[in-house]
């Protein structure tokens, strides 16, 4: 295909019009006060209906979906999301309902948010819940933030560091800095996994927390999670879990359970919303008992019906009020109004539709599926650590970089086939990452068909690794640079096969 220069943003021409009214039969208004015309005409583009239906489909042709293929993201669990959440969420009570109506007149929203904390709750063996962070890296802040609040009132000092591990996602460490921690790394053995050794070599009294994902970017789960914890918890200090890998542990593993105070849900991840690119996520925070004071109370506790059998949920007035903040021990609000409130209930519908059977086999087949993955591919691709894995895999391009190849080039070759690439160069402690996540959603003929394009690739690094360093080649776009097109973009001139 070839497009010339400019013709796919400016496609406007003169007198072209999307709509058709009849003429108008009323007395014309008097004309606006001069001092408030325009002197310029405005330069709308002139389109008609069919130019801008056309324009934007076919702008969404030249990007990847998840409904469109294959999504093995790794850590970002890419899982398809059922079209059902998406009916729950268009219906006109919750779409049209306005933060600030009454709250008598929102009441199935109340309680659609009070069910969706017990069930998260339910699923981390945690006591309470707030709804409110906006994504992950939000609910890492906010479960930082208590855990601040956490100390200061205790100990009357909020400590100085956080351990994190090197294996960490990178918000962990921005996080810590942010609510005013130093972020101290402590390394993974030779087997991908934290030791309790390693913990107490620097654990001490001015340790605030460690902050650990479980299972880690690895996709191993940590085995002496217990231990580390009662080495943390022995000298005061607290254990928050970046939860964005649960898609590995529901009804099977519970973080409460293995001495987790405080952990933030992906709900866009494991609970089932359409994301990436930035659409709206949600990260809610669940604490034990210890820290439910300090949770973020301002805006909504919501109180059942006080007699059985009437069916009106409605706000705690007395936590409502802004001003009662200062009066609690609440960090106070991270958001305003109720939290992403659509994608509270994509995720509840999609609870509910799953169950809890339905969950926990969600989680079986995520980590059969990584297994399986990994069991076709280790023989084309390095495997730098051979502990078993839940929920992803994670390889490097160490046997390809022989024939000059990169996990980039692997990546984008993969585009060739089809298919939307996974995670690379992350988690860091793996040179030249490739970071496999194919989620439960995927069948087995989905998966082979990936590990196909995988072992072909594998075979031309070897006999023609002049094609893959050229990948890809029938997308809309090469290969761009990717830092300028986001600093930089150019959205308006496009030139075909750029
Ligand atoms: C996705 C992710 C995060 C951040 O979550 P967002 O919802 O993207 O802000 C943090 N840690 C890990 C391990 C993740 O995969």
């Known amino acids: 295909m070839f497009i010339e220069e400019g013709t796919l943003f400016e496609q406007s021409s003169p007198g072209r019009t999307g709509y058709s009214l009849p003429a108008c039969d009323v007395p014309k208004p008097d004309p606006l006060p001069a001092n408030i015309c325009r002197k310029v005409k405005a330069e709308l583009p002139e389109l008609s209906e069919a130019d801008v239906v056309r324009h934007f489909v076919r702008l969404s042709t030249y990007n990847y979906n998840k409904d469109a293929g294959f999504y093995p993201l790794g850590s970002c669990t890419m899982k398809y999301n059922p079209k059902s959440a998406d009916a729950a969420a268009v219906m006109e009570g919750f779409a049209k309902s306005h933060p600030y109506q009454p709250g008598e007149t929102v009441s199935g929203n109340f309680q659609l948010m009070k069910e969706l904390e017990n069930y998260l709750s339910e699923i981390s063996g945690l006591d309470a819940v707030t709804l409110q962070p906006a994504a992950g890296a939000h609910g890492e802040l906010t479960g930082m933030l208590v855990v601040r609040a956490y100390h200061l009132d205790k100990h009357k000092n909020p400590r100085k560091k956080v ?172 958001k305003a109004f109720y939290g992403n409130f659509s994608v509270l209930v994509r995720a509840y ?110 075979e031309e690094c070897r006999t023609n690794p002049e094609i893959v360093k050229k990948a890809p ?13 986001v600093k930089d973009p150019r959205l308006k001139i496009a030139r075909a096969c750029g």
């Open 163 to 334: 351990i994190i591990p090197d294996s960490a996602h990178g918000t962990n460490p921005a996080s810590v800095a942010i609510c005013g921690y130093e972020a101290v790394e402590v390394k993974s053995n030779s087997d991908g996994i934290l030791t309790p050794e390693a913990v107490k070599a620097i654990m001490d009294e001015d340790v605030a927390a460690i902050m650990i994902t479980n299972p880690n970017t690895l996709g191993i789960f940590e085995p002496n999670i217990k231990e580390i914890a009662d080495i943390v918890h022995s000298k005061g200090g607290l254990v928050y879990m970046d939860g964005a890998n649960l898609n590995a542990l529901m009804g099977i593993a519970r973080p409460g359970d293995f001495g987790v105070d405080v952990m933030h849900f992906n709900l866009h991840k494991t609970f089932a919303t359409p994301h990436g690119g930035g659409g709206p996520g949600s990260g809610p925070v669940g604490v034990k008992k210890i820290l439910t004071e300090y949770l973020p109370n301002s805006i909504c506790h919501p109180r059942p019906p006080k007699a059985e059998g009437s069916h009106l949920w409605t706000l705690d007035s007395s936590a409502v009020a802004d001003g009662n903040d200062a009066l609690s021990k609440s960090i106070g609000r991270v």
């Open 349 to 458: 519908a999609y609870i509910r539709e799953m169950g809890g059977d339905g969950l926990k086999k969600a989680s079986e087949l995520a980590v059969l599926n990584a297994a399986y993955i990994k069991s076709k591919l280790i023989k084309c691709y390095n495997l730098p650590y051979s502990t078993d894995a839940l929920h992803e895999c994670v390889f490097s391009d160490k046997v390809q970089n022989e024939f000059g190849i990169k996990t980039l080039d692997i990546a984008k070759r993969l585009m060739d086939y089809g298919m939307h690439p996974p995670t690379i160069y992350f988690p860091l402690i793996v040179h030249g990452a490739i970071m496999i996540e194919p989620t439960e959603t995927e069948n087995k003929a989905a998966c082979d068909q990936f590990c196909e394009a995988m072992i072909k690739i594998a």
């Open 473 to 485: 080649t029938k997308t809309f776009r090469r290969r761009l640079d990717e830092v300028k097109a």
